[in-house]
């Protein structure tokens, strides 16, 4: 049994027993004790360098958060699937109401232009912007800027 080594995963190969952890504490990455559970290594972290420590790190935080965007995918579809179980949509039931969502508004098409300056418009609709406020100030009619006047018929 000398030749008992870990395999790089960490587990023993068939003929290796495992070997109790005692009381000293692992110094390489590859072990042959499992944990408390039975079935992972541990990993003794004392003796790798800062760059080891580091690529170590970025690993494992990555792995935090793939973990973390799976559950998330998972839990969605899970209240997703129990929300078209009780007829609804997820979004009739995110903004409290039992609605539908709001959808966005379309901008109206403009009403009235600036005599002067075509490229200032406006629907009719919201504030009145300050070249038309201006121009009813000054006695101008609305209808005026209409961009196509009422027929009098």
Same mark, same amino acid.
């Given at each position: 049994m000398?030749?008992? *080594?870990? /395999?790089?995963? #960490?587990r023993?190969g068939? =003929?290796?027993?495992?070997?109790?952890l #005692?009381?000293? %504490?692992?110094?390489d990455?590859? +072990?042959n004790?499992?944990? *408390? =559970?039975g =079935?992972q290594?541990i990993?003794?972290?004392?003796?790798l360098?800062l760059?080891? @420590?580091k690529?170590?790190?970025k690993?494992?935080?990555? *792995?935090?958060e793939?973990?973390?965007? %799976?559950?998330k995918k998972? *839990?969605?579809a899970e209240?997703?699937?129990?929300?078209?179980e009780?007829?609804f949509? @997820?979004?009739? @039931?995110?903004d409290?109401t039992?609605?539908?969502g709001k959808?966005a %508004?379309t901008?109206?098409?403009?009403n009235?232009?600036?005599p002067?300056?075509? /490229? !200032? +418009?406006?629907?009719? %609709?919201?504030?009145?912007? #300050?070249?038309i406020?201006e121009?009813l100030a000054? #006695?101008t009619? @609305?209808?005026?800027? !209409?961009?196509?006047?009422?027929?009098?018929?």
């Open positions: 000398e030749n008992c *080594a870990p /395999s790089l995963n #960490g023993n068939k =003929d290796c027993p495992v070997q109790p #005692g009381d000293e %504490r692992p110094t990455i590859y +072990t004790h499992p944990d *408390a =559970d =079935d290594p990993v003794g972290i004392d003796g360098d760059d080891k @420590l690529a170590l790190q690993d494992v935080n990555k *792995a935090v793939e973990y973390d965007e %799976r559950r998972e *839990a969605r209240v997703e699937a129990k929300a078209r009780l007829g949509s @997820l979004s009739e @039931l995110a409290g039992g609605k539908a959808k %508004r901008p109206q098409p403009a009235y232009r600036h002067e300056n075509a /490229s !200032l +418009t406006w629907s009719g %609709r919201g504030h009145q912007p #300050g070249w406020k121009a000054n #006695g009619s @609305l209808d005026e800027f !209409l961009i196509e006047p009422k027929s009098s018929s």
